[in-house]
């Protein structure tokens, strides 16, 4: 009898692990890769918390960086599911070598570019002719070839004809938020940002003006499934909502805008 309850029991347990073991297999922790514009990540690490209650099988890790690096990335084979570039030209490159299918990307968000300066040392500052003047010895800005905050603002400033000559003026910097770090730490007097990187330091910096937006091409935020996505069906799932209303309204309260839209 005794020999026959020890058996029954080792059963009972062995049918529980089963059990469990076939329900995790159904239901298996999935970790989804999104390669994401530095700009956005205030917006997306709160985004991330949200979305992972209510997919409690899923956890979003961010790869925070340059567009142009994570580009870079992406081409070499450092796994992704999805990029959020800060320029369309990263988008389109990944799509033109085949990596990312063009019905799979669409335009997402859009921005502004605008000057800012340690807090309270921005008033003197109307327009970009003023950074000839001496109120600003060193300006910052993202590193145009691989930093589209870097790129729009070398075009604006090329427009206005002041590229060149506010070379000895220039530190540049690996991505938008060093920008920020640096006009922050008070190390540079000046430096383009996004208009949302700029609304999340208030405390520290002041927006002195936004460029003008005919001197720099739209500012278009494209988001894309790349097509080696190890999760597809979860990839489409964070695919489609970042283009619902939820989402798209929690981007607006860190200072995005949508395309073609005010």
Same mark, same amino acid.
């Given at each position: 009898?005794?020999?026959?309850?020890?058996?029954?029991?080792?059963?009972?347990?062995?049918?529980?692990?089963?059990?469990?073991?076939?329900?995790?297999?159904?239901?298996?922790?999935?970790?989804?890769?999104?390669?994401?514009?530095?700009?956005?990540? #205030?917006?997306?690490?709160?985004?991330?918390?949200?979305?992972?209650?209510?997919?409690?099988?899923?956890?979003?890790?961010?790869?925070?960086?340059?567009?142009?690096?994570?580009?870079?990335?992406?081409?070499?084979?450092?796994?992704?599911?999805?990029?959020?570039?800060?320029?369309?030209?990263?988008?389109?490159?990944?799509?033109?070598?085949?990596?990312?299918?063009?019905?799979?990307?669409?335009?997402?968000?859009?921005?502004?570019?605008?000057?800012?300066?340690?807090?309270?040392?921005?008033?003197?500052?109307?327009?970009?002719?003023?950074?000839?003047?001496?109120?600003?010895?060193?300006?910052?800005?993202?590193?145009?070839?691989?930093?589209?905050?870097?790129?729009?603002?070398?075009?604006?400033?090329?427009?206005?004809?002041?590229?060149?000559?506010?070379? #000895?003026?220039?530190?540049?910097?690996?991505?938008?938020?060093?920008?920020?770090?640096?006009?922050?730490?008070?190390?540079?007097?000046?430096?383009?940002?996004?208009?949302?990187?700029?609304?999340?330091?208030?405390?520290?910096?002041?927006?002195?003006?936004?460029?003008?937006?005919?001197?720099?091409?739209?500012?278009? +935020?494209?988001?894309?499934?790349?097509?080696?996505?190890?999760?597809?069906?979860?990839?489409?799932?964070? +695919?489609?909502?970042?283009?619902?209303?939820?989402?798209?309204?929690?981007?607006?309260?860190?200072?995005?805008?949508?395309?073609?839209?005010?």
């Amino acid at each position: 009898m005794k020999r026959n309850a020890i058996a029954l029991m080792m059963a009972i347990i062995m049918a529980v692990v089963l059990a469990a073991c076939g329900k995790e297999s159904a239901n298996p922790k999935v970790e989804l890769t999104i390669s994401a514009a530095a700009s956005l990540t #205030d917006a997306l690490n709160e985004l991330k918390e949200g979305y992972e209650k209510e997919h409690p099988g899923v956890t979003l890790l961010f790869n925070y960086g340059a567009s142009g690096s994570l580009q870079q990335q992406i081409e070499q084979g450092a796994p992704a599911d999805l990029f959020l570039s800060a320029a369309t030209k990263n988008m389109d490159a990944l799509v033109e070598r085949g990596l990312i299918d063009e019905k799979d990307r669409t335009n997402l968000l859009s921005n502004e570019l605008v000057l800012v300066t340690p807090e309270g040392k921005g008033d003197s500052l109307g327009s970009v002719q003023d950074l000839l003047s001496d109120e600003v010895g060193k300006l910052a800005i993202g590193i145009p070839e691989s930093v589209p905050a870097g790129a729009y603002a070398k075009e604006a400033l090329t427009n206005a004809g002041l590229w060149e000559q506010l070379q #000895d003026k220039s530190v540049q910097a690996k991505d938008v938020r060093q920008v920020l770090q640096y006009v922050e730490t008070g190390n540079v007097d000046a430096g383009f940002v996004y208009r949302s990187d700029a609304l999340q330091s208030e405390s520290k910096t002041d927006i002195a003006f936004a460029a003008d937006p005919g001197s720099y091409k739209p500012i278009l +935020y494209p988001i894309g499934m790349i097509k080696a996505n190890k999760h597809e069906k979860q990839a489409r799932e964070l +695919y489609d909502y970042l283009q619902t209303e939820e989402a798209l309204n929690l981007f607006v309260k860190y200072g995005f805008s949508l395309p073609n839209q005010p």
